[in-house]
């Protein structure tokens, strides 16, 4: 029998739900446009992610910023519970697309860090390789799981690679609340201030750990 909720924590949760979805949205239609135009378009003048006559680094980081965007949106969706019982054709084929392109935007990062670097050099290189790293082996995590049919293995990977699949928002948002509240402490454009150096791990690892306790406590 269905459980009786209160229709205050019902409003709350869909108030909480629309209110994440603004930003994801928002940084995803960004990550979207900016890879479709880096895509088509020279942008030397405009930024130093694109190479002027570079296609494979031009290729590989503007196809990630494209994918990236795709799965920021489609990731979150896996979550619902009525489409993957209801129609569940649907999830697996969202998360076939989910999976690919987490691999294609893992390996579009790490073949723009190994052929330019990121702006900030070699620490900010290590964190963003580990990030990709990372995102690679939950990508190929959850698809192995969901073939061998172990839901549970494949759930928890499936959500250490939705939170991975955030972290370039959480990166960002990270930014906007510091320079709001300290107006750029400790950070500059080059990215190589001590809050900058923080930040090359700090995007993904502290929720990643978060993740590890929330499911440990969970599931016995
Ligand atoms: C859903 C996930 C991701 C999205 C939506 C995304 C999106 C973007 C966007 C929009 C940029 C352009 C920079 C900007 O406008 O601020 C960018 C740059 C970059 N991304 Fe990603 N990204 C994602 C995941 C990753 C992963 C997993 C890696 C690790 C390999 C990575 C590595 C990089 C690197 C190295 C740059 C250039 C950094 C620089 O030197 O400025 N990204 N990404």
Do not use: C
Request: aromatic letters at 12%; a positive charge.
């Amino acid at each position: 029998m269905d459980q009786w909720v209160p229709r205050w924590m019902v409003l709350a949760k869909y108030l909480g739900v629309a209110l994440l979805a603004v930003p994801v949205l928002a940084f995803a239609a960004y990550s979207l446009r900016f890879g479709l135009r880096g895509l088509g378009t020279d942008l030397s003048e405009e930024t130093y992610i694109y190479t002027p006559d570079g296609p494979i680094s031009n290729g590989a980081i503007f196809m990630h910023m494209l994918l990236g965007g795709l799965i920021m949106v489609l990731a979150p969706l896996q979550l619902i519970a009525r489409v993957r019982t209801d129609y569940p054709q649907v999830h697996r084929v969202a998360g076939r697309v989910v999976v690919m392109s987490s691999i294609a935007v893992a390996l579009g990062g790490l073949l723009y860090i190994a052929s330019r670097g990121t702006i900030a050099g070699s620490l900010m290189d290590i964190g963003f390789a580990l990030y990709g790293a990372l995102m690679l082996g939950a990508a190929v995590q959850t698809v192995r799981f969901a073939r061998a049919s172990d839901a549970a293995r494949h759930r928890n990977w499936a959500l250490r690679l939705l939170v991975l699949a955030m972290g370039s928002l959480i990166f960002r948002l990270h930014y906007v609340l510091w320079y709001i509240l300290t107006d750029g402490l400790w950070s500059n454009e080059q990215l190589t201030g001590t809050f900058d150096k923080v930040q090359y791990f700090a995007f993904y690892l502290p929720y990643l750990a978060l993740l590890e306790v929330w499911m440990r406590r969970r599931t016995p």
